[in-house]
């Protein structure tokens, strides 16, 4: 039988992640394009970042027919992040200029570089990325490389950048929660044999 599970936050009742989730305000807007197979993931980090930032959706699926509409927001600057040899390192924003439109890809390496495939515009966009990102506070999953972060963690890491000097480590109280929750269940004995580094 499955356990009765929040609403919003869809985690069980008992691990309801809601009274640590920030509604924080930014100029710049976030939109995550999440690939079907994250929406059930236990580690649903998009759903973290939409559910502390006022200014942030999530959008699910594949191929993303509304897309060219969804990126022609008035007064923004669209951009993607997504690391690569193409990419310009982030940076605070000019006083003239707009505020971005952040593009944020969820998903495994291999399904973001899958909806980049399915979706030209997005592909097309200019892309952007974290320079010497904070290493990931995501003890539960190896990471494919160094630099590799969760989708909230680059969030949070792109917004400190582009809105220095506010704050946005208020978004990873939920995560840090949701972490230590996880590794609790499994056991310490567990975790140690199976995600820490030796």
């Given amino acids: 039988m499955s356990r009765p599970q929040c609403s919003r936050c869809h985690r069980p009742l008992a691990q309801c992640l809601c009274a640590l989730i920030p509604n924080l305000p930014s100029h710049t807007r976030v939109l995550i394009l999440q690939h079907p197979s994250e929406v059930d993931h236990a580690l649903n980090t998009a759903r973290l970042a939409a559910l502390g930032l006022q200014n942030c959706e999530i959008r699910v699926g594949e191929v993303f027919q509304d897309l060219p509409r969804w990126l022609a927001q008035p007064g923004y600057q669209p951009c993607l992040l997504f690391p690569g040899e193409h990419s310009e390192a982030l940076s605070a924003y000019q006083p003239c200029a707009q505020p971005r439109l952040l593009v944020v890809p969820d998903g495994t390496w291999r399904k973001a570089r899958k909806l980049l495939h ?46 220095s000097p506010a704050s946005f480590q208020a978004l990873l109280k939920p995560f840090d929660a949701l972490i230590d929750g996880q590794i609790a269940a499994m056991g310490e004995e567990v975790y140690r044999r199976n995600h820490q580094r030796h």
Avoid: D, F, H, W
């Fill in 118 to 163: 399915l979706n030209p515009p997005l592909a097309a966009l200019p892309r952007v990325q974290l320079a010497g990102a904070e290493p990931s506070r995501y003890r539960l999953r190896k990471a494919p490389g160094p630099g590799a972060l969760s989708t909230l963690e680059a969030i949070t890491q792109a917004l400190e950048v582009l809105e």
